[in-house]
């Protein structure tokens, strides 16, 4: 069965840490994306990758980065967390054409 | 790029009843990919149902189906013979057909779906 994995479902940080948020599929996908998800916002995309060590912005990649180094391990780095990255956070894969496989996403509360 | 509107941001059914849910959405792309995705409070998102853009025939699973109208544009999703756990957040989500860097997916902001015993 399909299955991608997100390294926390709570992550609590303080203000300026640096945050690392990590996400893992087994299924050999090309494409690994993480969005932002705020009640009345829907899904917003950070960053995605079509390939190993290649990386796209989304919509909103301020203050954010990733990394991409092995085909299955996506990861979003807050460089210094702020009060206004607390969201829940979903990594999500998928095939050329295929839908999106989501892992369980990550709940971030920075303070 | 794409836009992908939910002009619903609640909806309720009664138990057992047949609900619709509403989406539409702008391109100028020819060949692309609709999908339903809900998302219960356990926060999964799983994937509910999806289209592709060049069958005329609108798909089905089980209870679910829905209703594409390619040239208006609008991709609504019928629950039939609602239960108690269909209640969830609905997206309604495009993908472009690109490949690399124009490979993405847009959301709809969601309709909150409440079933009454």
């Known amino acids: 069965d399909v299955k991608v994995t997100q390294s926390s479902r709570y992550l609590v940080k303080r203000t300026g840490e640096k945050v690392f948020l990590e996400c893992v599929q087994d299924?050999?996908?090309?494409?690994m994306f993480w969005y932002r998800q705020d009640p009345g916002l829907g899904l917003r995309l950070i960053y995605f990758?079509?390939?190993?060590?290649?990386?796209e912005k989304g919509d909103i990649p301020e203050g954010y980065s990733v990394s991409r180094e092995k085909k299955e391990r996506f990861s979003l780095i807050l460089e210094s967390a702020s009060t206004n990255q607390t969201s829940m956070y979903l990594c999500?894969?998928?095939?050329?054409?295929?839908?999106?496989?989501f892992g369980n996403g990550t709940r971030l509360t920075v303070t | 790029a794409q836009t992908v509107t939910q002009s619903q941001p609640e909806m309720s059914v009664q138990e057992a009843e047949t609900v619709t849910l509403s989406c539409t959405y702008d391109?100028?792309?020819?060949?692309?990919?609709l999908f339903w995705y809900k998302q219960p409070p356990s926060r999964q998102m799983i994937l509910v149902i999806r289209?592709?853009?060049?069958?005329?025939q609108n798909a089905t699973e089980n209870r679910f189906s829905v209703n594409f109208q390619k040239a208006a544009k609008s991709f609504s999703l019928k629950i039939s013979d609602s239960q108690l756990g269909d209640a969830a957040m609905y997206f309604c989500?495009?993908?472009?057909?690109?490949?690399?860097?124009?490979?993405?997916?847009?959301f709809g902001t969601g309709t909150s779906l409440t079933v009454i015993p």
């Open positions: 999500a894969s998928t095939p050329p054409r295929g839908s999106l496989h």
């Open positions: 299924m050999d996908h090309e494409n």
């Open positions: 990758s079509y390939d190993v060590k290649m990386k």
């Open positions: 391109t100028s792309e020819s060949d692309y990919y």
């Open positions: 289209q592709e853009a060049y069958k005329q």
């Open positions: 989500a495009y993908r472009s057909p690109l490949s690399g860097t124009g490979n993405q997916f847009y």
